[in-house]
């Protein structure tokens, strides 16, 4: 299972939703801004496992953090709190802003949703990725995070 579907099916669709509902779009645009977005997703990902200290971090963070709760509760991923989390986890996949706006426009370009919603997205998604990883990797939902990886 690649991350896309892995994000897309956990909880019945709820991480869907409750993007759908926080940022106006329709279910089918959301999927389509997740569609966009995860590539950078899976490439930063894959970028952090391959350093032998960015696979310890990422293990380290998947054990340790509390990211099953962003997806079994999507809404605790929009809270201001989770914004937070998810900035934090994309410093770490893309380094800088900069790669995170690169990431929004070039969404926005393949999908004519607004760059300032994908943004605004980034770190929610980012929060919800994680904590679907958690979920693959602890066997708690099919794929785990070699396949989510690999994709």
Known sequence: M????????????AAVRELSRKFGLGEAETIQAIE???????????????????????????AHGQHSRYIDNPEFAS?????????AILGHLFGNKD???AVAAHAAQSTGIGS??????????ANMVMGALF??????????LGGALGQ
């Open 2 to 13: 690649n991350l896309t579907d892995l994000l897309i099916s956990q909880n019945n669709g």
């Open 36 to 62: 966009a977005l995860m590539p950078a997703f899976s490439q930063g990902l894959q970028r952090t496992a391959r350093r032998p200290s960015g696979a310890a971090s990422l293990i380290e963070a998947l």
């Open 79 to 87: 809270s201001h709190a989770g914004v937070g989390d998810g900035n």
């Open 99 to 101: 790669v995170s706006r």
């Open 116 to 125: 300032a919603i994908l943004k605004q997205m980034l770190p929610v998604i």
């Open 135 to 144: 979920k693959g990797a602890t066997g708690s939902s099919g794929g785990g």
